[in-house]
């Protein structure tokens, strides 16, 4: 009994001193399609929450969770115009942000792994009669590799990053609040 004691008490103790320099942005985000992307989408618009805590004195790692809607967008292929709808991306993602002058503080480069849940259209030819195409709703998750560069000052993160998400990358830039943990 006093071994399960001893147990929790440490549990809770361990993250009790993480809790204390442990930091909680909320953030607006913004994101640009490139490459085939930009063909079906139009500029995104979200929003995302970052959990951080350092691991060492200018290193720390992070997780977060957002939300993306990414607006319509009219494709071509010759004479036929194909009217995609919204996507959405619901990214979740871990990584590292090493800290260049200071502790939490100052100009960093991260490199977040994500898994990204879309909702998006997909089309297909309809060789029949008429020609023309079928559009239908498609679910996919990708996993993506999203290096990235940013500013924290002490109560704001202003950031830039590239999310390769193969066909469904995009530039995407946040600025958030970080919440005072004291």
Known sequence: MKTIKFLTLSFFTFVGSFASIAQVSVGLDIAFPTDNFS???????????????????????????????????????GNVSIPFGNTTNIPLSGGLKYYFEEPSKGFYAGLDVSVNFLSTYEYTYNNG?????????SSVTKTGLNPGIGYRTTNWDFSGRYNA??????????????????
Do not use: H
Not at 165 to 182: E, P, V
């Open 39 to 77: 063909n079906i989408a139009a500029t995104g618009f979200g929003g995302s929450l970052r959990y951080e805590n350092p691991i060492s004195n200018k290193l720390n790692w992070t997780v977060s969770a957002g939300y993306l809607s990414f607006g319509e967008k009219v494709y071509k292929i």
């Open 165 to 182: 998400l193969g066909d469904f990358s995009y530039a995407g830039f946040r600025i958030a609040y970080i919440f005072d943990n004291k």
């Open 129 to 137: 009669n008429g020609g023309g195409y079928n559009l239908s709703n």
